[in-house]
């Protein structure tokens, strides 16, 4: 259980272009998913806090016209890269929160990211 | 600002040596913390957090909140423990917003 998908898992677009990146969590619904980042060889660094039905919260320094995230079902979560530049080619990576085996703790469980590469 | 800092980027060991992989953190609350692993090619993954007190996979962190430090423990590194590890906090106990440190590479040699 807790298993969480991300679509696509690569992606090569050409500079301009919007690419949207797709999170499911497949057998648990999730009130709450995150967006991270993920530069080669660094840590993962949070870019927002999507929330079903209501607005995503971004983190400082994150432009919200650049990267739309949209929540609309407890089990979908978006991440739209518009107008894409090759300094937005990283790993991209989503989270869902959801209980743990027990049912006794939430806890983030995480997709296999997105790598996108922005020609 | 809440930061983790894990000092060692790589850690080489022999297999059936011990491991420590140092995590500190620094947070005026209290705060959640947890390790997560990456095996190659896989996803990251909940390792343990220190308000479950649990031993997985052999592996055991304490918290020092004096130290603030919250170091991950191995007695004998085994082949498969080969991965890469994080460290992250939470600020609270809902697992909210995750804040991780670069990670540390672990390498155990046969």
């Known amino acids: 259980g807790a298993v969480v998908s991300q679509h696509p898992s690569w992606v090569i677009c050409k500079s301009g272009t919007s690419v949207k990146i797709e999170c499911r969590s497949l057998?648990?619904?999730?009130?709450?998913m995150f967006w991270y980042r993920q530069f080669p060889k660094q840590s993962l660094m949070l870019m927002a806090t999507?929330?079903?039905?209501?607005?995503?919260?971004?983190e400082q320094g994150v432009e919200k016209d650049k990267f739309l995230i949209n929540h609309a079902s407890l089990t979908l979560s978006t991440l739209t890269v518009t107008s894409a530049h090759p300094e937005d080619s990283s790993f991209y990576i989503c989270?869902?929160?959801?209980?743990?085996?027990?049912?006794?703790?939430?806890?983030?469980?995480f997709g296999p990211g997105t790598r996108l590469l922005v020609l | 600002a809440q930061r983790v800092t894990q000092p060692e980027k790589l850690l080489s060991v022999f297999k059936g040596a011990p491991v420590e992989l140092k995590c500190n953190y620094s947070?005026?609350?209290?705060?959640?913390l947890f390790w997560y692993v990456q095996y190659s090619r896989q996803r990251l993954q909940l390792l343990l957090r220190?308000?479950s007190r649990e031993s997985i996979k052999g592996f055991t962190a304490d918290l020092n909140k004096g130290e603030t430090s919250f170091h991950l423990k191995k007695p004998f590194a085994q082949e498969e423990d080969s991965a890469m590890y994080y460290c992250?906090?939470?600020?609270?106990?809902?697992?909210?917003?995750?804040?991780f440190g670069t990670g540390t590479r672990l390498q155990v040699f046969p």
């Open positions: 989270s869902a929160r959801g209980w743990d085996k027990r049912g006794t703790q939430e806890t983030q469980y």
């Open positions: 057998d648990f619904q999730a009130t709450t």
């Open positions: 999507s929330n079903e039905g209501s607005k995503a919260t971004y």
């Open positions: 947070y005026s609350g209290s705060p959640e």
């Open positions: 220190h308000i």
């Open positions: 992250a906090l939470s600020k609270s106990y809902n697992t909210d917003k995750l804040i």
